[in-house]
């Protein structure tokens, strides 16, 4: 029996990871939660069945003997708790993004390697019906030179936790959601090499308004970007284009998904279809239907079950999560510079 632990009882604690290793109780012991606020750590007890509740990681790892924990924090926060479980010996599955910055996402990578833990990150969309089709089939599409990644809201700015706030986050819909869209396209690619990198961001929404789609916010407390634009160059040459808001005057209240163009057929991800042109007319060579599936709980599952001896080739490792943040450190020092960053 595994022990398993919480970093964090926020709401995607409350959610996502306190149900999924509750409904494995025959191998997982939930063994306690941890959160600054310790009334909210002791109330996260009483609603999940974790057992005991520590103000601090330091709190936890004097107390327990623990065998996986998730980190759950705001993001400020993932490198230092993710540091001090792996030093103790407990594999982690850490939320996105990585961390604040890539020196910290490759501290993580490098303690995971000294101490020989799993460092796993909850990248979901890896795990959808959609993206396990185009990965089976996207040689299909020849030497693919094109990609689009977009993870757009009109006004989808969050209204609860930290979201709008730097400091704890690091950034806005970037390192919130585009941050999925670049990692599904990059894991598809098998994470080819990126040589430049180029951004434009913007905040003309978030401090003028404040209410949307997802409650209420403080304009005065927005300090993130609410959009980006970014372009990826590949070393092979091809080219990536980003866009990613939490507020942009566009007609559909969402748009989620990606492009790839190649010189033999195309694809998109959300909906899942490969496709070629013949004579002019359309040609469907493979798609999946939309298919409602808790991505996350596979996540888990598989860092579960890694952490069991039973490895995925879809969870993102400790070195995949460094690349994601390396790019997303670039971009994000491309807008403020106003210039190409080279890698």
């Given at each position: 029996?595994?022990?398993?632990?919480?970093?964090?009882?926020?709401?995607?604690?409350?959610?996502?990871?306190?149900?999924?290793?509750?409904?494995?109780?025959?191998?997982?012991?939930?063994?306690?939660?941890?959160?600054?606020d310790?009334?909210?750590?002791?109330?996260?007890?009483?609603?999940?069945?974790?057992?005991?509740?520590?103000?601090s990681?330091?709190?936890?790892?004097?107390?327990?003997?623990?065998?996986?924990?998730?980190?759950?924090?705001?993001?400020?926060?993932?490198?230092?708790?993710?540091?001090?479980?792996?030093?103790?010996g407990?594999?982690?599955?850490?939320?996105?993004?990585?961390?604040?910055?890539?020196?910290?996402?490759?501290?993580?990578?490098?303690?995971?390697?000294?101490r020989?833990?799993?460092?796993?990150?909850?990248?979901?969309?890896?795990?959808?019906?959609?993206?396990?089709?185009?990965?089976?089939?996207?040689?299909?599409?020849?030497?693919?030179?094109?990609?689009?990644?977009?993870?757009?809201?009109?006004?989808?700015?969050?209204?609860?936790?930290?979201?709008?706030?730097?400091?704890?986050?690091?950034?806005?819909?970037?390192?919130?959601?585009?941050?999925?869209?670049?990692?599904a396209?990059?894991?598809?690619?098998?994470?080819?090499?990126?040589?430049?990198?180029?951004?434009?961001?913007?905040?003309?929404?978030g401090?003028?308004?404040?209410?949307?789609?997802?409650?209420?916010?403080?304009?005065?407390?927005?300090?993130?970007?609410?959009?980006?634009?970014?372009?990826?160059?590949?070393?092979?040459?091809?080219?990536?284009?980003?866009?990613?808001?939490?507020?942009?005057?566009?007609?559909?209240?969402?748009?989620?998904?990606?492009?790839?163009c190649?010189?033999?057929?195309?694809?998109?991800?959300?909906?899942?279809?490969?496709?070629r042109?013949?004579?002019?007319?359309l040609?469907?060579?493979?798609?999946?239907?939309?298919?409602?599936?808790?991505?996350?709980?596979?996540?888990?599952?598989a860092?579960?079950?890694?952490?069991?001896?039973?490895p995925?080739?879809?969870?993102?490792?400790?070195?995949?999560?460094?690349?994601?943040?390396?790019?997303?450190?670039?971009?994000?020092r491309?807008?403020?510079?106003?210039?190409?960053?080279?890698?």
């Open positions: 029996m595994k022990r398993v632990a919480i970093i964090g009882a926020g709401q995607v604690a409350r959610t996502v990871h306190a149900p999924y290793y509750g409904s494995r109780r025959d191998e997982l012991e939930l063994a306690a939660v941890v959160d600054a310790q009334a909210r750590a002791e109330d996260f007890c009483r609603q999940t069945g974790f057992g005991r509740a520590y103000a990681v330091d709190q936890l790892l004097e107390h327990e003997d623990i065998a996986l924990a998730s980190v759950c924090t705001p993001n400020r926060f993932h490198c230092e708790a993710t540091l001090s479980l792996l030093d103790a407990v594999n982690v599955l850490c939320e996105k993004p990585p961390a604040m910055t890539a020196d910290q996402a490759g501290q993580m990578l490098t303690k995971s390697v000294e020989g833990c799993l460092l796993a990150y909850d990248f979901q969309h890896r795990f959808s019906d959609e993206a396990q089709l185009l990965k089976r089939h996207l040689s299909k599409l020849g030497g693919i030179y094109y990609v689009e990644a977009v993870a757009l809201r009109r006004c989808g700015v969050p209204g609860w936790g930290d979201f709008i706030d730097q400091r704890l986050q690091g950034g806005g819909p970037l390192i919130d959601l585009g941050i999925h869209m670049l990692d396209a990059l894991h598809l690619l098998g994470f080819p090499t990126v040589s430049q990198v180029e951004a434009v961001s913007f905040r003309q929404i401090p003028k308004k404040s209410q949307g789609a997802f409650g209420r916010w403080d304009p005065a407390r927005f300090s993130v970007e609410d959009s980006l634009f970014g372009a990826l160059r590949f070393g092979d040459g091809g080219l990536m284009r980003l866009s990613t808001s939490f507020a942009l005057n566009i007609r559909p209240a969402n748009q989620l998904g990606l492009l790839f190649g010189d033999q057929a195309g694809a998109t991800l959300y909906p899942a279809e490969i496709f042109d013949v004579a002019g007319e040609e469907i060579l493979d798609s999946v239907p939309p298919t409602p599936t808790d991505n996350h709980a596979r996540c888990l599952a860092f579960v079950n890694a952490a069991l001896g039973r995925s080739d879809v969870l993102a490792t400790a070195q995949q999560g460094y690349e994601v943040q390396r790019i997303i450190d670039a971009l994000y491309s807008a403020e510079a106003e210039q190409p960053i080279t890698l």
